[in-house]
C-alpha cells in the first residue's frame, strides 16, 4: 500500500477553483513568490488529515476560501477529503467530506456535503493505512492515559514543515508542539515495526490472566506464561532519540 498526493485545490466562495497537481513517486518542488501560499499547502494537508485546528495563516486563504480538499492516491484509488474553511478567527470546522474510488476534484463544491467528523476521517486513514488493533500502555505509576497509534500519529513521521527542517533539534513533524514528543515517543515503536502486530494481542492476553493469579496452578502458568511473552516483545526498546521530551 503507498498512500500519496496527487493534488490539493482550494474552492473560492465563488466556487472557483484552483489547483496543485503532484507527479506521484517522484520529488515535486513548489516555487513561486513570497506570500502566494505555498506554506499553506502543509497546512491544509493536516487539516484534511484531520487535525483538530487549522493552521492555515490567516490572511486572504482564510478571508476567501470555503474548501479545501486533498486527492489521495492509494495504489490507483483516488481518495477525495474536502473539509470546510472555519474563516478568519474560527480554529476549526467539522464540515467534513469523504469519498473514495474518484479520479479528480468537483468542478464546484456544491457536492460536499458533510459525511463524516474528525474523528470518523482519522479511523478511515487508519484502515486505508492498515493500522492494526494496538495500545501503549505506560510503566506503572505514569499519569498520561494509554494511546493507540493511528493516521493521527502516522503524520508525525511523513511531512516536514519549513521551520522543522531549518530547527536542528527537531526530527519530526509537529514536534515542538505540547505533548507531541511524548505522543511520538510512544507510539513510534509501532510505526518502526519494533511492536509486532500480536503486541497488543499478548498484552491483553496478559493483562487478563494477572486477574487469574490468585487462583489454582493452571491460571498461574498462564498468567507467567503471558508475563513471559510480553516481556520478551518489550526487553529491547527502541532507543531514545532527540527531542523526545526527556
Known amino acids: 500500500m503507498s498512500l500519496q498526493i496527487r493534488a490539493i485545490a482550494i474552492y473560492s466562495k465563488d466556487g472557483e477553483r484552483r489547483d496543485v497537481r503532484f507527479k506521484l513517486g517522484a520529488l515535486n518542488v513548489v516555487t513561486g513568490a513570497s506570500k502566494t501560499g505555498k506554506s499553506a499547502l502543509l497546512d491544509i494537508v493536516d487539516y484534511c488529515w484531520g487535525r483538530t485546528e487549522c493552521t492555515v495563516a490567516e490572511g486572504e486563504i482564510r478571508r476567501g476560501v470555503s474548501w479545501f480538499a486533498v486527492l489521495f492516491d492509494n495504489s490507483g484509488e483516488g481518495i477525495l477529503v474536502a473539509r470546510k474553511n472555519p474563516g478568519p478567527a474560527v480554529k476549526t470546522s467539522d464540515e467534513i467530506y469523504f469519498q473514495r474510488n ?15 467528523t474528525a474523528d470518523g476521517l482519522r479511523a478511515r486513514f487508519s484502515a486505508i493505512l492498515g493500522v492494526a488493533e494496538n495500545l501503549y500502555v505506560p510503566e506503572p505509576g505514569a499519569t ?7 493516521a493521527s500519529q502516522a503524520i508525525f513521521f511523513s511531512f516536514q514543515s519549513q521551520d522543522e527542517i531549518a530547527n536542528r533539534r527537531l526530527l519530526f513533524h509537529r514536534q515542538g508542539e505540547e505533548r507531541i514528543p511524548q505522543a511520538i515517543k ?58 523526545d521530551g526527556r
Open 144 to 150: 498520561r492515559r494509554p494511546l493507540e497509534a493511528s
Open 186 to 243: 510512544d507510539t513510534l515503536p509501532y510505526f518502526v515495526g519494533a511492536m509486532g502486530e500480536d503486541h497488543y494481542l499478548k498484552q491483553k492476553r496478559y493483562e487478563g490472566s494477572r486477574g487469574n493469579c490468585g487462583t489454582p496452578s493452571l491460571a498461574r502458568a498462564e498468567c507467567c506464561g503471558g508475563a513471559r511473552e510480553l516481556h520478551n516483545a518489550r526487553r529491547d526498546p527502541p532507543p531514545a532519540f532527540e527531542g
Open 102 to 116: 474518484v479520479d479528480d476534484f468537483p468542478d464546484n463544491p456544491d457536492v460536499f456535503v458533510k459525511n463524516s
